[in-house]
């Protein structure tokens, strides 16, 4: 990884926090090539991390290993069949990060037989504490996994899945996980107030509860079952709110709300991904 040059094809806000990412890893600028049309950003990106830029997408492929492809899904299409022949040349190794599109979808598009890793961040990992599920097609052989590892652990936790269609149940979990977070801390947050504490008072004890919940449990070796039933005293106050929440059958509206999730992520891939 250490002479591998990684070229970025769009510089919007998950390549800018992969790039960040990277280099805080240890990664070296001269390593990093960004092609971004808006030359704004681009000149933003230099600066800030005094990446190479390179003049159109052809060229990025011309010198990269990896390529990590950071469009919106709505262009990928076009973007792959630019960059085809260059990429039937070179043969390096792809990273999408594109939600919804498939591996077979980005190969056709790029003329079949390439090593590609898909891959399912959320936006967290633009402050690096995102959490990203990854698949490798057939093609991408053990050192380009560890190299799309090392890529994407840069801006978060990585798990690698069993199989691509469970890309969906990802995009439904932690994809969408994080706006799922927020409505509860907001849902907290308004009761907080309703109950007689100051909006500002509210919003802090909600959000950093949120947080400290979530690195307890992160560096616990116990289930988050065990930890809640650890706060859950018999006859005290959060049994009883855990006993409201579970009247109002709170799993099983979390499982029908994912279900939907990744309905809608399959019927997305098939839009997207069609001929
Ligand atoms: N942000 C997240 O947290 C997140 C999470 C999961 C997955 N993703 C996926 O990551 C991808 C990038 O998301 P993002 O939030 O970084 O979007 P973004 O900020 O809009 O970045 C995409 C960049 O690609 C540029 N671009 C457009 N056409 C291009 C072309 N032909 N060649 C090279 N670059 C081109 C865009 O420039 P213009 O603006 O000038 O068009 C833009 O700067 C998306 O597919 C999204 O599904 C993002």
Redesign the pocket.
């Known amino acids: 990884m250490q002479h591998m040059k990684i070229g970025f ?9 992969l790039i960040g990412g990277l280099i805080a890893d240890g990664t070296t600028p001269s390593q990093l090539r960004v ?4 030359s704004e ?1 681009a000149a933003a990106l230099q600066r800030q991390f005094s990446v190479q830029l390179a003049e159109d ?1 052809g060229r990025l492929v011309d010198e990269a290993d990896v390529i990590v ?5 709505q ?2 299409r ?2 792959c069949q ?1 960059l085809a022949e260059g990429v039937r040349a070179r043969r390096p190794l792809l990273i999408s ?5 498939r591996i077979s979808d980005i190969d056709r598009w790029l003329g079949d037989g390439n090593a590609i890793v898909r891959t ?7 402050v690096q504490c ?1 959490a990203t599920g990854l698949y490798a097609n057939t093609l991408v052989d053990e050192g380009q996994r560890e190299v799309a590892e090392r890529i994407m652990r840069a801006v978060g936790l990585t798990q690698w899945l069993e199989n691509e269609a469970l890309m969906d149940a990802v995009t439904a979990l932690s ?1 969408s996980g994080p706006a799922y977070i927020f409505l509860v801390i907001e849902a907290l947050e308004e009761a907080g107030r309703k109950l007689g504490i100051s909006d500002e008072a509210s919003r802090m004890l909600a959000l950093q509860t949120a947080f400290g919940a979530a690195k307890m449990a992160l560096e616990s070796c116990e289930s988050s079952a065990e930890l809640r039933r650890r706060v859950t005293s018999p006859g005290g106050t959060t049994e009883r709110a855990i006993g409201i929440l579970e009247d109002g059958d709170i799993r099983g509206l979390f499982e029908r709300a994912l279900t939907g999730a990744r309905d809608r992520a399959q019927e997305l891939a098939e839009e997207l991904g069609a001929e």
């Open positions: 094809i769009g510089g919007g806000n998950m390549a800018a926090s092609y971004e049309p808006d950003r997408n492809l950071a469009v919106k899904p262009v990928l076009e973007v630019g990060v594109v939600a919804g599109i399912m961040p959320n936006t967290p990992a633009l995102g994809g």
